[in-house]
T-cell receptor
Framework: AQSVTQPDIHITVSEGASLELRCNYSYGATPYLFWYVQSPGQGLQLLLK??????LVQGIKGFEAEFKRSQSSFNLRKPSVHWSDAAEYFCAVGRGGTASKLTFGTGTRLQVTL | SAVISQKPSRDICQRGTSLTIQCQVDSQVTMMFWYRQQPGQSLTLIATANQGSEATYESGFVIDKFPISRPNLTFSTLTVSNMSPEDSSIYLCGVESGTDTQYFGPGTRLTVL
């Protein structure tokens, strides 16, 4: 069965600083991987996804993520964080090599200091 | 992307009662999913709502507690039955679009007293 690990429960960065959120997955084949963001009181918004092709994927709001098969990782990055990026970030993997039946990591809460 | 709405957005219910949550999509989708997000936790898949057949439940979730309907390709309901305070959660509807992406509704925040 697939699983997702987000090692960092809580991260604090200064506005304008770079950001990297870690995600490690366990899946036998090429996974369907996603990053979602959940702002307080809001639903989940898709930031980006990967399931084939270029291992560096660009998403919305200036985010990018790099798929590294050798490390079973799909880390999310942003070169310069804005105060509005403060939210909960979830990494997810799709079951059976699809976007169905997602398994989510435990999430990383991002705090941005001014 | 699919536009998904859920009703109600939030509710406060008494122990032992049931609540039905609705999920409406603006386009026809094959697969709809129901997730639970307990306070401070991640999302856990409850079941897959299949049109024309019974829902498929994940381990730890049963039909008697979470009956699901899927009458057509744009609508589904999840009922939380015989509620207890442990059922206090956010319940989210997800749909898989034709672009290998799952989108989510805004969620229903349920508090059980």
């Amino acid at each position: 069965a697939q699983s997702v690990t987000q090692p960092d429960i809580h991260i604090t960065v200064s506005e304008g600083a770079s950001l990297e959120l870690r995600c490690n997955y366990s899946y036998g084949a090429t996974p369907y991987l996603f990053w979602y963001v959940q702002s307080p009181g809001q639903g989940l918004q898709l930031l980006l996804k990967y399931f084939s092709g270029d291992t560096l994927v660009q998403g919305i709001k200036g985010f990018e993520a790099e798929f590294k098969r050798s490390q079973s990782s799909f880390n999310l990055r942003k070169p310069s964080v804005h105060w509005s990026d403060a939210a909960e970030y979830f990494c997810a993997v799709g079951r059976g090599g699809t976007a169905s039946k997602l398994t989510f990591g435990t999430g990383t809460r991002l705090q941005v200091t001014l | 992307s699919a536009v998904i709405s859920q009703k109600p957005s939030r509710d406060i219910c008494q122990r032992g009662t049931s609540l039905t949550i609705q999920c409406q999509v603006d386009s026809q989708v094959t697969m709809m999913f129901w997730y639970r997000q307990q306070p401070g936790q991640s999302l856990t898949l409850i079941a897959t709502a299949n049109q024309g057949s019974e829902a498929t439940y994940e381990s730890g979730f049963v039909i008697d507690k979470f009956p699901i309907s899927r009458p057509n390709l744009t609508f589904s309901t999840l009922t939380v039955s015989n509620m207890s305070p442990e059922d206090s959660s956010i319940y989210l509807c997800g749909v898989e679009s034709g672009t290998d992406t799952q989108y989510f509704g805004p969620g229903t925040r349920l508090t059980v007293l």
